[in-house]
């Protein structure tokens, strides 16, 4: 009976944001812009750490394995949303949406899981400098990073089979401008409470588990930099994870928000608002933030785009 009426709903409706139709083209023109700029920033600082043999170290390809998630997890929401403007019924398959929720999730897993990643090496090198190039070889930070990425794409397999085999029988207009989990309990045609407190308790676990093991890093490393007898040398410590600690505040500050609260006390529309900032506005930042507080990623950027142009190198 329950898969009979699962298959009642073959497609939802992404309600977005409606409006008048010359604010939906401005928001279309405003939120292609974003895109643009997001896959821009977080492709140059992915190439340019590929190809300069100098940013072969951890904290950069880290850095570069982040930019590249950045890339596919705004793409798995923005160009929905931009199609959405443009046409009157946005609709969208019932296996795509589940799939567009499954790859959400999983890159914003990805996200968190290569934030510790990071944490862990800024840790190593401040903390236990004499033996960070012994303990992070090549073969390490290559297996962490790749960790990274399948336990992200293995981590909610489970909680989104869970709420895909609900039955979906009735409403199938969902306020958001993509597939996010609460919407889709809420227009379960049955009582998700169960699903809802299973998905909830572990997101809430994940989230904070994660959370803690970064700032138990950074609780270490401020300790070891209080420690630096010298102003200086405190500051050029402080300066080498200072652009990682604003990431890691700003994404989980909103995901946060967004997924360790009761789903009922929230409206949608806000829901949105806060969709826009951490789906589309963190990953336009992240490259800003990078690359405009890290010499060796800005001087690497300059030499890369001036061997293209095909000027002679200095010499100085």
């Not at 409006?19 to 292609?32: M, S």
């Not at 019932?94 to 510790?116: R, V």
């Not at 039955?167 to 998700?192: M, R, V």
């Amino acid at each position: 009976m329950g898969m009979e009426n699962q298959t009642r709903v073959t497609e939802f409706i992404l309600m977005g944001f409606p409006g008048h139709p010359l604010t939906r083209v401005l928001l279309f023109l405003l939120f292609l812009v974003f895109y643009i700029l997001t896959l821009t920033g977080n492709f140059i600082i992915t190439a340019v750490i590929l190809c300069d043999r100098h940013l072969h170290k951890p904290m950069y390809v880290f850095i570069g394995n982040f930019s590249f998630v950045e890339i596919w997890y705004t793409t798995t929401t923005v160009p929905k949303l931009l199609s959405g403007f443009l046409i009157e019924r946005d609709t969208i398959s019932f296996a795509g949406c589940f799939l567009q929720l499954y790859f959400f999730f999983s890159l914003g897993a990805t996200e968190c899981l290569i934030l510790t990643t990071m944490g862990y090496d800024r840790y190593l090198a401040i903390c236990n400098p004499l033996r960070y190039s012994t303990i992070m070889n090549s073969k390490v930070y290559t297996n962490l990073a790749l960790s990274c990425w399948i336990t992200g794409f293995m981590i909610y397999v489970i909680p989104i089979v869970l709420i895909a085999n609900l039955p979906f029988c009735g409403p199938n207009e969902i306020n958001h401008f993509f597939c996010d989990a609460s919407p889709l309990l809420e227009l379960s045609c049955s009582q998700s409470h169960t699903i809802e407190i299973i998905c909830y308790t572990y997101t809430s676990i994940l989230i904070f588990s994660i959370f803690f093991l970064i700032m138990v890093s950074y609780m270490n490393i401020l300790l070891a930099i209080l420690r630096i007898p010298s102003t200086t040398g405190r500051q050029k410590a402080f300066s080498t994870c200072a652009s990682h600690l604003i990431v890691v505040l700003i994404f989980f500050a909103s995901i946060i928000f967004m997924y360790v609260r009761p789903t009922a006390k929230y409206p949608f529309d806000l829901d949105k608002v806060i969709g826009v900032f951490y789906a589309i506005l963190v990953p336009l930042i992240n490259p800003v933030i990078y690359s405009l507080r890290n010499k060796e990623v800005i001087r690497a950027l300059k030499k890369t785009m001036w061997s293209r142009i095909g000027f002679p190198k200095m010499s100085h």
